[in-house]
């Protein structure tokens, strides 16, 4: 992807082979739909800032398990998620979880890889959902982000919605083995503009390169904090 088109620019046809709503994906996104809404009394506002098709980073701060199913069935159009590629060994649960649109990385190292298959998800168009603090909040509280999910915004040239999750540590966070009761609210962002960045990126050095990661990085997390 070339980072200075238009994220729905579509002259080879990519954006066919985006993530799609296939009927498991649709039951799971119904099911997490009505739970949130009817055991969480979920409210979710701005959703409409989320494009309905072409490449977009989900940004989201992390708490919880009910994290990714919330957004999941939060958003209108099908969101790819982040899963330990071990899972994918699993049988009846890898199936399961490809046909939820995740992504195999590995938490043992291999990032190169990782990357890779996000950023050619990215490619053909779809959602994927990233959490820049790396894993969950022990307190509930916001932690920094890592320069991961900068490089992400660097390589793929995608659009960067912020959202923020308010609630569920509360209701399922580590303190927590089982979900409890609890009140949901997801907030979604405006689009963040990194274009001056990226501009630089391809023509400064690795030492800046590397400070660029983690600015864009700090910037998102700022955003979601500010929700």
């Known amino acids: 992807m070339n980072p200075t088109s238009s994220p729905l620019q579509d002259p080879d046809g990519s954006l066919a082979r985006a993530a799609r709503m296939t009927w498991t994906y649709r039951t ?3 099911a997490s739909r009505l739970a949130a809404r009817c055991i969480y009394r979920t409210r979710i506002e701005h959703v409409e800032r989320i494009p309905r098709i072409g490449p977009v980073i989900l940004a989201s701060n992390h708490a919880s398990l009910a994290d990714p199913p919330l957004i999941g069935g939060s958003v ?4 790819c998620f982040l899963a330990r590629d071990t899972l994918f060994q699993i049988p009846l649960l890898g199936w399961y979880i490809r046909r939820l649109n995740a992504v195999p990385v590995n938490r043992e190292g291999g990032g190169g890889a990782g990357l890779k298959a996000i950023l050619d998800r ?4 779809s959602a994927i ?3 820049p603090e790396g894993t969950r909040s ?3 509280r916001l932690k920094p982000a890592r320069s991961g999910i900068g490089l992400t915004v660097i390589k793929s040239g995608a659009p960067v919605i ?3 999750l308010h609630g569920t540590f509360e ?3 580590r303190h927590r083995r089982f979900p409890g009761p609890g009140r949901f609210r997801v907030v979604v962002g405006a689009p963040l503009d990194f274009e001056a960045l990226r501009a630089e990126a391809r023509t400064c050095d690795k030492e800046r390169l590397k400070a660029i990661y983690q600015e864009i990085a700090d910037s998102i997390m700022a955003n979601i904090a500010a929700l």
């Open 28 to 30: 799971a996104w119904w």
């Open 76 to 79: 209108p159009r099908a969101v």
């Open 122 to 125: 990215l490619q053909a168009g």
């Open 129 to 131: 959902l990233l959490f």
């Open 138 to 140: 022990a307190d509930g």
């Open 162 to 164: 912020p959202i923020r």
């Open 171 to 173: 209701a399922w966070g």
